[in-house]
């Protein structure tokens, strides 16, 4: 009764976690605010005259990607005015429709993630109808309001809007003259814009591209802020015939507009490079280590019992010590585990972002992607940790399972904690709604961490425990020789195994982090998967290699120092993440340095786990390998 009582605890949670994952793309996240505008699905077919709704998203500095502010916090037109003149100079047969500005619109699991905050504007555009200029609305800005405005467009907002899931970016406003040390100086004007000029492109019916530009024509001198300005804010549409743009590929203007610049020559420059490197590593490596290896099996087979008690040295002095398990083997073995559930995880979503699975232009889907693959795959991390603990004699086999269950997603959850409270206290969207905290913890406490607790029941009662070591492992263990040049030292040897991999992905980690934490949409998911191969391979190459030198210096820890040496590759991208900050990006500010220091730790440490668990099976398959080899009394 115990077994199908399991397979039935397993069966329902099975079902939870698919039935959790059916909903997921459905699941609209509630907030306090109950009244939730629908969004209006992207491929609308519209009749002429029919309202097409422009949404407001977010403003933001241009350089800090992830400091946004809600779109109303500055001082917008909430309503349209009804201007007689220019009612009348309107088409009378079309029908005007009121549309109620700042209401929220439901939002998907990964918007909200990324920051999004959609409202309502109260544009009334019709579909087909141009409109040469139209008053949105007049008002006075009192001194609040300009300071608001001028401090905005010094440091350079921009404003993000959407008609169905086409975005649109525009500057708030411009400074003329301005020094770019010193910031104001005299005679430098602050202007704002308040006309915006839609131009929504057609195609069938549907609507399958949309920019907006601000007109400097129309700018608004807002440089006292003292006095009092009267502002009229308006905007214009211009509907142009798609012929050649096909509503199904309306987002392929996106990889190549102003905003987001093309290199797709570098990254094949860039692959090319990496698998050069890596082909002549590995070459090298395994011309390397056959013929040593082949050397010392010469060696070690043809010498007579009486001699080899002389002349031993070597990796073959220590096969009595080489299978001895490492200290603190349940955060060991948790760490192995973790890091394989994290580069499947990694393969998953890139494979699913090539088959388009994961829709690689919606924001935050991605993102949201992520989320549930890993609590989909939490059961690998349960299930290697168990088993390779057991393997190593464990006894406390929960405390493994509880350690894999949470060794990477605590640390993550400390940086979230630390990042959201500040982001509150800035009043910025980037700090997550209630509703979606909520929904993130319900994910990781009802699917992550029972699917890792049943792999690693699973890995107790089903899977093999014998570690089948090729050598017997005697009772004392050997003293290792203190006197080791510089070059063949642990320190040295990190430097190494990080920096190698790390030079194969240089180029293309620029790339990835001008869309993580720049405007860049990243589109080339095939390249990024095959530096990811080529990453893990050379460092678990790199990692075999050193394993090599430092067994025939007969030290036989080998356990940890394999996992960090395959890990060192993290520690580099962290490095290098310091690096982008301060001379590759724009970026200031304590809201954006404490996400983008805070995450990018995540990042690395994660990247740490996967490389230095794939490190650490290549070289227990080494180990085994040539100790079953050669033979040992």
């Known amino acids: 009764p115990h077994h199908h009582h399991q397979s039935t605890i397993m069966v329902r949670s099975i079902a939870a976690v698919l039935a959790a994952a059916a909903l997921l793309p459905f699941s609209a996240v509630p907030t306090a605010d109950a009244r939730k505008i629908r969004r209006v699905k992207a491929g609308t077919s519209y009749k002429t005259h029919d309202p097409v709704h422009i949404v407001v998203n977010k403003v933001g500095p241009f350089n800090n990607p992830t400091e946004t502010y809600r779109y109303y916090s500055l001082p917008y037109c909430h309503t349209h005015d009804d201007d007689e003149e220019a009612l009348a100079a309107l088409d009378t047969d079309i029908p005007r429709q009121k549309r109620e500005a700042r209401l929220q619109q439901k939002q998907r699991l990964g918007e909200s993630i990324a920051g999004d905050r959609r409202e309502t504007a109260p544009f009334e555009i019709t579909f087909k109808d141009n409109i040469d200029w139209r008053l949105l609305c007049k008002t006075v800005l009192g001194p609040d309001e300009l300071t608001k405005f001028k401090d905005a467009i010094h440091n350079s907002y921009f404003f993000e809007m959407f008609v169905e899931d086409l975005p649109m970016w525009g500057y708030v406003g411009d400074v003329s003259d301005e020094d770019v040390l010193l910031g104001e100086v005299e005679g430098s004007k602050t202007y ?278 090729p050598t017997r492992t005697t009772k004392v263990a050997r003293e290792i020789p203190t006197e080791v040049p510089w070059y063949r030292g642990r320190p040295f040897q990190m430097i190494i195994a990080g920096f190698l991999p790390f030079s194969a992905i240089y180029i293309e980690l620029h790339y990835i982090f001008a869309s993580m934490w720049g405007h860049q949409i990243y589109t080339l998911f095939g390249i990024l998967l095959f530096a990811f191969i080529l990453l893990v391979i050379v460092s678990s190459f790199i990692t075999v290699a050193l394993l090599y030198f430092q067994l025939a210096r007969e030290d036989h820890r080998w356990w940890w120092a394999t996992f960090i040496n395959g890990g060192m590759t993290g520690v580099f991208i962290y490095v290098y993440s310091v690096f982008y900050y301060y001379h590759r990006s724009g970026m200031s500010g304590l809201l954006q340095s404490s996400f983008y220091f805070g995450y990018m730790a995540a990042v690395s440490f994660g990247f740490f786990l996967m490389l230095g668990s794939a490190g650490f099976y290549m070289s227990l398959a080494f180990v085994k390998h040539i100790y079953g080899r050669i033979k040992c009394d």
């Open 192 to 469: 704002l814009f308040p006309h915006l000029h839609f131009k929504l492109g057609t195609n069938e019916g549907n609507i399958v591209s949309a920019t907006v530009t601000t007109d400097s024509d129309r700018r608004v001198d807002i440089t006292d802020t003292n006095k009092p300005t009267e502002v009229q804010f308006s905007y214009s549409v211009d509907w142009v015939w798609e012929k050649h743009l096909p509503w199904k590929y309306r987002m392929t203007r996106y990889h190549d507009s102003r905003f987001l610049p093309s290199s797709f020559e570098i990254h094949w420059l860039s692959i090319i490079n990496s698998f050069v490197l890596v082909l002549l590593l590995t070459a090298f490596l395994t011309i390397i280590l056959m013929r040593v290896l082949k050397n010392d099996f010469s060696r070690y087979m043809e010498l007579d019992e009486e001699t080899m008690e002389e002349e031993e040295s070597g990796w073959k002095l220590i096969h009595g010590d080489v299978f001895r398990f490492p200290e603190n083997s349940s955060l060991f073995c948790a760490a192995v585990g973790t890091g394989l559930q994290l580069m499947l995880c990694t393969f998953g979503v890139l494979i699913l972002a090539l088959t388009g699975a994961v829709s690689t232009t919606r924001r935050g889907s991605i993102l949201a992607g992520c989320i549930v693959v890993y609590c989909i795959t939490s059961f690998i991390s349960g299930y290697a940790s168990t088993n390779l603990y057991l393997k190593m004699n464990g006894k406390a086999w929960t405390r493994c399972v509880l350690l894999a269950a949470t060794l990477f997603p605590l640390p993550v959850a400390a940086v979230f904690m630390i990042v959201n409270t500040i982001a509150l206290g800035h009043g910025s969207t980037s700090a997550l709604p209630f509703g979606t905290i909520f929904t993130l913890t319900f994910l990781y406490a009802c699917i992550s961490v029972p699917l890792c607790v049943f792999g690693g029941s699973m890995a107790k009662n089903y899977g093999k425990h014998d570690f089948n070591a």
